[in-house]
């Protein structure tokens, strides 16, 4: 699909967006209802992450109220209910037909740079561009990190990061071993656990939350309670909560609570967390009891929160039981695993990604490669981000949030460009008496 039908011929634009998923998308919206001249690059295909790296069964893990891009909220029958994978391309494809943004596919951006004339120069796979302003909406989340360990595994075992799980027949016949608990882990284990294959999961340090709590999905107090309007400069962790793995749960069938302990009790095999693999034998840490019973204590501090927040209002809402753990670690947990012994015939890493801004020239990142900005407004002029997790708020690189990100963007842009035109009008003004001189 190439939105795109007309082209300048210098291929020069007033604002370039480098991205076309939903945040690209979004500052798209705002800049097409100001009028301003742009393009959206982007290097596969619209929505691309969502249509080529989830897998089958992936649904969001919040509710679909919370899906509101701008100028388009979620307006179907299942509101509390939670889109599946094929449910979330149709919305986003929506959106673009309902505005028609100006994007051309198949346009990887592979340096970005600013002449001394303060312009920026983009090179990419299909040619050069440049632009005035320029919005990197890329997200944050750019190179599968697979561990070097990896290299070590038998020939025989299949590896794959989670981004390219697709389901349980994708892969061999046999034990699996899961290697991460963040979201995709907790919930690639769940979707290989229901599908009865015997699966081996090392679990970390991410924490949990209920689905629902005193009547409501947590989601709906939390919005209630104004967390997701929390920017981050305020959040007690400041920008350190960027670093922090999100809490497990899952939106499948209606959504509900993920409980590895209640795996353990149907036959998952829970280790601590994967340390190493030598000769065909992986080793895990200690910790499991803890990282379990951490786990547990950030699901039930939410919980806390959420009743002092029901009593200070004197809202009405159901009392309910806290949860009580259904199963302990034993003392013998194992500390390694013979993989081709244990028949483990495939591995899935799902430890994350990592960002990649390599391609950018600019003298905006911190030594951890990354960039310093206020709500995405960078130290170079005309620059800037959208999309990255806790960029402002909670919900910055979330279908919930990204709409207040790109007005704030919108507006930003609208101003520099102000500004821009009336230092180019003042700088003829002060050159027309010497040019008539001259002349």
């Known amino acids: 699909m190439n939105l795109l039908t007309t082209q300048d011929p210098d291929r020069h634009y007033a604002v370039l967006i480098i991205g076309g998923g939903q945040a690209g998308l979004s500052i798209s919206y705002y800049l097409k209802q100001e009028g301003i001249d742009h393009l959206v690059l982007e290097k596969n295909r619209i929505g691309h992450a969502w249509r080529n790296e989830r897998w089958d069964t992936f649904c969001l893990v919040t509710p679909n109220w919370q899906c509101t891009l701008p100028g388009f909220p979620y307006n179907g029958d299942d509101p509390y209910g939670f889109m599946k994978k094929d449910d979330i391309v149709a919305y986003i494809d929506a959106f673009v037909a309902s505005f028609q943004p100006p994007v051309q596919e198949g346009v990887a951006v592979t340096r970005l740079h600013r002449d001394a004339d303060g312009v920026y120069r983009l090179e990419t796979t299909q040619g050069n561009y440049s632009a005035d302003q320029v919005v990197i909406a890329v997200g944050g989340y750019h190179l599968p990190v697979v561990p070097r360990v990896a290299e070590k595994l038998p020939a025989g075992i299949v590896q794959i990061h989670s981004s390219d799980y697709l389901n349980p027949q994708s892969l061999p016949a046999g034990e699996v071993l899961v290697v991460g608990t963040g979201q995709s882990g907790c919930q ?4 290989l656990h229901l599908a009865g294959r015997r699966v081996h999961l090392c679990v970390g340090d991410a924490p949990r939350v209920a689905r629902t709590y005193r009547g409501k999905d947590v989601v709906e107090w939390l919005d209630k309670m104004k967390y997701y309007d929390l920017p981050v400069d305020r ?86 039981a806290r949860y009580v753990p259904v199963w302990q670690p034993p003392a013998d947990i194992p500390s390694s695993l013979d993989l081709q012994g244990s028949n483990i015939s495939a591995v899935v890493w799902c430890v994350g990604f990592r960002t990649d801004f390599s391609w950018i020239e600019e003298a905006i990142f911190d030594g951890r490669g990354y960039p310093g900005h206020e709500r995405g407004v960078t130290g170079a002029p005309g620059l800037y981000f959208l999309g990255l997790p806790w960029q402002y708020t909670w919900g910055s690189g979330r279908f919930s949030g990204i709409a207040r990100d790109a007005q704030y963007l919108s507006e930003h842009i609208v101003a520099h460009r102000g500004r821009r035109q009336d230092a180019v009008g003042s700088a003829r003004t002060t050159m027309s008496p010497s040019m008539s001189q001259a002349a």
């Open 188 to 191: 690639i284990a769940e979707d």
């Open 235 to 320: 959040h007690p962790l400041g920008t350190g909560v960027r670093e922090k793995t999100n809490h497990y749960v899952t939106g499948r069938d209606g959504g509900r609570d993920i409980d590895l302990r209640k795996f353990a009790l149907e036959g998952m095999q829970l280790y601590g967390r994967f340390e190493g693999l030598d000769d065909g034998v992986a080793s895990f840490g200690p910790g499991l009891a803890g990282y379990l019973d951490g786990a547990d204590a950030v699901s039930e501090s939410i919980k806390d929160s959420i009743d002092k927040f029901i009593e200070a209002n004197g809202i009405a809402a159901p009392t309910e």
